[in-house]
Each structure stands twice: as structure tokens, then as C-alpha cells.
DNA sequence: ATACATCCTGTAGCCGCTACAGGAGCAAGG
DNA sequence: CCTTGCTCCTGTAGCGGCTACAGGATGTAT
């Protein structure tokens, strides 16, 4: 058993983080000492790993609730596991998409800024319209 | 002059989120009417629109405020807007590289998902190490 | 006169943390 | 035994950038 800031070193997840996800649900309320301190296991410090790792893959808390519940359980979770990750992905390639629209005219913007002007085209692009 | 109904409708920008510009100091105060209701000239419309655009392209608020005022003030705007575009599209380039990291990661998890397997892998990468 | 739309202020909620304040416990050195 | 200094506790507030109320006043059309 480990106190928090152990676990938080073990898992990579930060001490406030850490209550923080035990308030939200994520993850269950560990045991506590005879003081009130919080004692983690080495199975609740890899569920910690866990979370952080789904964050670390950019899953939304939801997400990570849901696939945290897939993996205590057993069964028919790949399936839905799977289901998860790929609407997660199909978010990413849409983020993705957006910003490589924006990173265009962002750079057609800003080359124009080096061409001669009179009136600087990026703030005329942004009144214009 | 039109009310912010009006002003909303014309800028796109939400009738809330006027008022929250305007608290955050991004647009300066309008006149009121008699009865204290918010009165928007013409070219205080063209700058919600400009906020409007500005935030469209991804600027975060501060440099939104910070185009708005090199708009209105003349001489080497030009420097110091393509300053701040240059800067913000480093941070695009930035988030799509690591979204392009995430796609690369996800694609691996989930493609092997599909294939024959007794743990699902999606989960036990995430219990891993 | 009445119905309904629009406006006002002020406050709270969203996400996912992060950073306090103000206190209590705990291990080690003098 | 006492102090020092670290860790821990709870509770609350802040970040960005809105969005959504509640509860009231005002404006417009019939």
C-alpha cells in the first residue's frame, strides 16, 4: 500500500489529478489509513496508469470511464472497446482535417504579409467579410 | 444604430457572446438607449465580425485583442500582426503533429482489434507499462 | 390592454484539470 | 520531548471561451 504521492510518481498521474479523478468517478475511493490517508494498491496505481494512458491517447474522461469499466469486466469488451476507439478516431482525423484548413489560410495569410501592401492583408482579411 | 439582436444576427456572433466580449474587453462598451440597451454602430458590428473571424482562424482570445487593436491603430501594424500569425500557426502545425501521432497510434490499436486475439489489444495497451 | 419578443443583469455550468488556503499528521534530528 | 519540514487532508476558486439559465424591464403589434 502507497500514499498518494507514491502513487501519483508510480503512475505518472499528479497528486491533485488524482483526487480530482476519485471525485469524478473515474476511478474508485481507495482504502485510508487510521489518519484518513488515502493507500493505493499496486492494482488501483495501474488503473491510475490506465486513465493517464487513454488521456495520454486524447479519450475524452467519458471515454476513459467507459473503457476503464470495459476492462474490469471481461467478455464481449474488445468489441465495444473497439467502438470507442474508433469514434475517438474518427474525432481525431475530423480535428485534424480542421486544422489543416486553418493552417492553410492561415498560411496563405501570412505569406501575403511579406509581399508589398499598403494595407497589411491579414487584419484586411479579418474586417473584410 | 440596431440593437444586439440585430448585431448578432449581422456579426454571426452569438447575443451572449457579445456580452462576454464586451465584460472581457475585447469590443469596448456600445451607447445605450434611453432605457439602457446596447446600441451598435456600423463599424462596431465590423469589429464583432472581426473578432468573429479572428476566433474562426483559431486565434485565441488574447491575440484576438491584440488584432483588434493593431486594426485600429495604423503604422507597422503589418510586423506586428504577421507576428502573431506566425506564431499561431506554429501552434497549428504543432497540434497537428501531435494529432497526426494520436491518428498513427489509434490506427495501430484498433486495426488490431480486428484480428484473431484473446485479450482485446486496445485494453491491454492501455494496462501495459 | 394584452400578448409576445427582445432586452437587461447576475450567476452558474461545461471540460479537465491546477492552484491555492488553512489545517493535521508523520518521520527524523537535536 | 520538541521542533522542523515534508506530506497529506478538505474545500474552494481559477483557467479559456463561451452557454444557459433566472427573474425582471422594455418594446412592438394587435
Given at each position: 500500500m502507497h500514499a498518494i504521492g507514491e502513487a501519483s510518481r508510480r503512475s505518472g498521474v499528479g497528486i491533485e489529478t488524482i483526487r480530482y479523478y476519485e471525485r469524478a468517478g473515474i476511478v474508485g475511493r481507495p482504502g485510508r489509513s487510521p489518519a484518513g490517508r488515502r493507500l493505493y494498491s499496486d492494482a488501483e496505481i495501474g488503473r491510475l496508469r490506465f486513465v493517464r494512458k487513454g488521456r495520454d491517447l486524447g479519450f475524452p474522461i467519458a471515454d476513459v470511464r467507459a473503457l476503464v469499466a470495459l476492462a474490469g469486466g471481461g467478455g464481449v469488451s474488445c468489441t465495444i472497446a473497439a467502438g470507442i476507439g474508433a469514434a475517438h478516431l474518427l474525432a481525431v482525423r475530423q480535428k485534424i482535417d480542421e486544422l489543416e484548413r486553418l493552417r492553410g489560410a492561415l498560411e496563405g495569410l501570412i505569406e501575403s504579409c511579406?509581399?508589398?501592401?499598403?494595407?497589411?492583408p491579414l487584419l484586411a482579411a479579418l474586417v473584410a467579410g
Open positions: 511579406g509581399s508589398d501592401h499598403n494595407t497589411c
